[in-house]
Nanobody
Framework: QVQLVESGGGLVQPGGSLRLSCAAS????????MGWYRQAPGKQRELVAT???????NYADSVKGRFTISRDNAKNTVYLQMNTLKPEDTAVYYC???????????WGQGTQVTVSS
């Protein structure tokens, strides 16, 4: 049984930084994909960043160069380092784990990130 617990959200001024963490309980054998989605008020959920089991990463154009996704496979943990934050980054951020090519995604509870002066 896999459970994802997120932490690290909060209120930050434009230009500031936050690091989100998502720890997966239970056993995941080098999960196929781990990543982050976000959903802003009144908007559709969008993919922010992903990392494969071999640590290949990709990013949404809106965050490329500012955000960095990383994984610690031994700890079943995925991180999102967010730098140079903008008000438009304000959203609830969700971590997602896809254990294998078959699918069966697990979702975190979401953590609020608010960027405001």
């Amino acid at each position: 049984q896999v459970q994802l617990v997120e932490s690290g959200g909060g209120l930050v001024q434009p230009g500031g930084s936050l690091r989100l963490s998502c720890a997966a309980s239970g056993v995941i054998f080098s999960a196929y994909i781990m990543g982050w989605y976000r959903q802003a008020p009144g908007k559709q959920r969008e993919l922010v960043a992903t990392a494969t089991a071999d640590l290949t990463t990709n990013y949404a154009d809106s965050v490329k160069g500012r955000f960095t996704i990383s994984r610690d496979n031994a700890k079943n943990t995925v991180y999102l380092q967010m730098n140079t934050l903008k008000p438009e980054d304000t959203a609830v951020y969700y971590c997602v784990v896809r254990p294998s090519l078959i699918g069966g995604d697990y979702w975190g509870q979401g953590t609020q990130v608010t960027v405001s002066s």
